[in-house]
């Protein structure tokens, strides 16, 4: 264990070498700065304590890659030696001056964005072996593409399409793909995300998404919910069992458990300026095409009449009716056909 060694990264310099303006050692492999790989790396063989020497339009973009439990100070050449010896006490101090990945157990330089290219390809094979060891079926390595600081369980497969990124924790015995994204999530077990995109969010047990589905963030799904296909959810909260099958947006919600919502239903949550709550109780149905205006609450049990327009409160086990009454006229179709000569 290396816990009394610190280590100085120059970001200047050599490494200055700039690719859209930032150093080499942040840029991105597999969605995560060069930076952060090599922190990882370090701090799994005992290492604590970090310094980052950098210019100044870099020190937010480096502070970022040191994950909890790194002492690091981000600085100018100037700050570096003026305030190592204080920082470094008691530590021998090893400095990096050139860009490096970690591959495996090794540590390889690269002085491109070309070589770099390179060794993500290897990069991500070995983190997809790395995970297929752990008990993940990865069906096509070079159709997957898993962010190093991705966890997974045994007996989840990846289908082909899958991109899993940033700190995204996927449970046990999920699928998830074809043709996936999912950043900075926790997917419970036994989920399904079928050629689906969610973000930032939290899904309980055995939660079916998709497929062309997608979940903005902060929105968290009860188990055994059911986000079907062309359905957005955004900064919402469902209970357990509540399904939204097909073509229906649901934003800035509080649903309930059980709760049913009809093809074509959405929240007008944004009125221009500000965006309102609207919140359901258990067990509601929302029949189909059902405009639901907030701020309003529906009831647990009520049920919403297809084709409504719901500006006022519900109460439970109520139906709520708010469409145009139907008028039929007989003869009406026939007399405009003949009015324009067609039989």
């Known amino acids: 264990m290396d816990n009394r ?34 922190i990882r790396a370090w701090m799994k063989k005992g290492v604590r304590r970090f310094f980052v020497v950098c210019r100044s339009e870099d020190l937010e973009d480096a502070a970022a890659c040191f994950p909890e439990g790194a002492a690091v100070v981000a600085g100018t050449e100037e700050d570096y030696r ?81 991109i899993l990124r940033g700190n995204t924790v996927i449970g046990e015995n999920c ?46 799904v009860g188990d055994g919910c059911r986000v079907g296909a062309y359905v957005e959810i955004k900064n919402a909260v469902f209970g357990p069992g509540t399904k939204m099958s097909h073509l229906t947006y649901v934003g800035d919600a509080d649903v309930g458990s059980g709760v049913n919502f009809g093809c074509g239903t959405i929240t007008s949550n944004y009125d221009g300026f500000r965006k309102h709550r609207t919140t359901i109780g258990d067990g509601a149905f929302i029949g189909c095409n059902t405009n639901l205006v907030p701020p309003v609450t529906v009831g647990a049990g009520a049920y919403i009449a297809a084709g409504a ?25 026939k007399a405009r056909r003949e009015l324009y000569g067609k039989k």
């Open 82 to 162: 003026r305030d190592i010896a204080e920082f470094a006490r008691g530590c021998w101090v090893e400095e990096i001056h050139e860009a490096m990945l970690p591959v495996g157990s090794m540590m390889l330089t690269f002085h491109s964005v070309q070589e770099l290219a390179q060794l993500q390809r290897a990069a991500k094979e070995k983190i997809a072996t790395f995970h297929q060891g752990t008990g993940v079926k990865v069906m096509d390595i070079d159709a997957t593409y898993i962010d190093p600081r991705v966890t997974i369980g045994p007996g989840t497969v990846l289908l082909p399409g899958t």
């Open 175 to 220: 699928e998830i793909g074809p043709n996936a994204m999912i950043t900075d999530c926790e997917i419970g077990d036994g989920c399904v995300v079928n050629a689906s995109q969610v973000n930032e969010s939290v899904l309980g047990r055995e939660v079916q998404v998709g497929p062309f589905a997608h979940i903005r963030p902060h929105c968290q």
């Open 309 to 333: 327009t719901i500006t006022r409160d519900v109460e439970p086990d109520a139906l709520a009716i708010s469409r145009p009454r139907q008028e039929n006229r007989p003869g009406w179709a």
């Open 5 to 38: 060694k610190c280590i100085v990264v120059f970001l200047t310099e050599d490494t200055a070498i700039t690719y859209n303006g930032k150093p080499l050692m942040l840029q991105d492999v597999l969605f995560c700065p060069v930076l952060n790989w090599c």
